[in-house]
């Protein structure tokens, strides 16, 4: 099993619509991201996570919302999805004291119609 | 504002060849850089971590060094291979929070 799981890994939805991207991860880290990816724009920070109980905004957070269910999960929101919320999606976790770095999901690649 | 640039931005070399992918960045006070590795529509692949107190790491055929002073980190890729075509990306992350910011990338193509 991959050490952070996203779901779905595709999905194609409607303008407008609510839609939750999932992420869990068994590595036992107290940091998890959300970020997007977009040709020619690279990677972007949308929320991170430092436990629980610590959620902060990252440079692109409008029109997202998360939740950090427990230690191990942490769910992106698009509340009402546009299509230019069309992008690859990324988990990421990381432990600051382990020097292992950053660890990322297989993303989930969100089409909006 | 941390700003990471990767040069060049895309790469095609014949196997074989040894090749360096170049990251700098503007703030030198950094907690570590990573190298990642990014297969077409897939995830990222941790390559090598190299904190601030490191000067250098290896991993088989690859070498990443860093030099804080000039804000420059360079990924060596030792006698290339058709299986090394990717997207090779760096992450740097400062201190105190210790959100890596991340560079746009070289797109590798190693041709037989």
Known sequence: ?113 | KQEVTQIPAALSVPEGENLVLNCSFTDSAIYNLQWFRQDPGKGLTSLLLIQSSQREQTSGRLNASLDKSSGRSTLYIAASQPGDSATYLCAVSRGGSYIPTFGRGTSLIVHP
């Not at chain 1, 230019?84 to 990322?104: E, I, K, M, P, R």
């Open chain 1, 1 to 113: 099993d991959a050490d952070v799981t996203q779901t779905p890994r595709n999905r194609i939805t409607k303008t407008g619509k609510r839609i939750m991207l999932e992420c869990s991860q068994t590595k036992g880290h107290d940091r998890m991201y959300w970020y997007r990816q977009d040709p020619g724009l690279g990677l972007r920070l949308i929320y991170y996570s430092f436990d629980v109980k610590d959620i902060n905004k990252g440079e692109i957070s409008d029109g997202y919302s998360v939740s950090r269910q427990a230690q191990a999960k942490f769910s992106l929101s698009l509340e009402s999805a546009i299509p230019n919320q069309t992008a690859l999606y990324f988990c990421a976790t990381s432990d600051l004291h382990s020097g292992v770095g950053y660890t990322f999901g297989s993303g989930t690649r969100l089409t909006v119609v």
